[in-house]
């Protein structure tokens, strides 16, 4: 199983920025698949989740401004971000979980300049 983030980059706070990431397997032959970052000199923290079932969440910190979705054909997960903050900043990682295992993909690097 391998996971391609792309997306990441360096943004104004205040502006949007959408990450992709793509799955080697076909979606529904996951259980979910979790987006998380990781701030400078923080832990690792969850920051969205999609299901096989389509029903999604997001974390308290995010909420009303990031959303997941999933595009089926194309065996890839987007995290659009809205309203970027500099407390946004940090390295986002998405994780495929299967069976309660988790397939990491490569970090993308997200900067918000305030």
């Known amino acids: 199983v391998q996971l391609q983030a792309s997306g990441g980059g360096t943004v104004q706070a205040g502006e949007s920025l959408s990450l992709g990431c793509t799955l080697s397997?076909?979606?529904?032959?996951?259980?979910?698949v979790n987006w998380y970052r990781q701030p400078p000199g923080k832990q690792r923290e969850l920051v969205a989740e999609i299901f096989s079932s389509d029903h999604s969440g997001v974390a308290d910190a995010v909420r009303g401004r990031f959303t997941i979705n999933r595009d089926i054909v194309k065996n890839t997960v987007y995290l659009h971000m809205d309203s970027l903050a500099p407390e946004d900043t940090g390295v986002y990682y998405c994780a495929a979980v299967i069976k309660g295992q988790h397939y990491w993909g490569q970090g993308t690097l997200v900067t918000v300049s305030s």
């Open positions: 397997i076909k979606f529904f032959d996951t259980d979910r």
